[in-house]
């Protein structure tokens, strides 16, 4: 059910991430952002570090996930995944889907070593943090992020 994504699931995962009115990334299916989404893609397909998976049911992408591996001097050299962008179709919510991804990406860390798996979670997402902690997740660390304006290119 689940496997690494391909360029031809783009497409899904694109809307899949439209329909998403509470994490406000700002994705759209508009066809003038499709360039930013190609290199993205690319990028993550191109980096040893990240993963990105896709839950497919009837030949249909129902979920995602990325998944990145870093690197840490903190807790000795410590491995960890850090688990982003999960997402699963509004109509295929509370059919053990998303606990099989993450259950997924788990086996994936543990394959490879990895001492320390963490993730983000919208603040706006009681439920979702309930999820996580069923799988045995625990609220350790409180999220900040910072947005930046991107650099200007020097004339």
Not at 122 to 139: I, M, Q, S, T, V
């Amino acid at each position: 059910m689940f496997r690494q994504a391909v360029r031809k699931d783009l497409p899904a995962l694109v809307e899949l991430f439209a329909d998403d009115s509470i994490g406000g990334h700002g994705d759209t299916t508009d066809p003038a952002a499709l360039p930013l989404y190609e290199s993205a893609f690319a990028a993550i397909q191109a980096s040893p570090n990240d993963l990105l998976f896709v839950g497919v049911l009837k030949d249909e992408i129902v979920a995602t996930a990325q998944v990145t591996f870093i690197t840490s001097l903190t807790g000795r050299g410590t491995r960890r995944m850090a688990i982003e962008a999960v997402q699963t179709r509004a109509d295929m919510r509370s059919r053990g889907i998303g606990a099989r991804l993450i259950n997924h990406c788990l086996d994936v860390a543990r394959e490879r070593g990895i001492a320390l798996v963490q993730l983000t979670s919208n603040a706006k997402r009681p439920d979702a943090h309930r999820f996580y902690e069923r799988l045995g997740f625990e609220k350790t660390h409180a999220g900040f992020k910072l947005r930046l304006e991107p650099a200007r290119a020097s004339t």
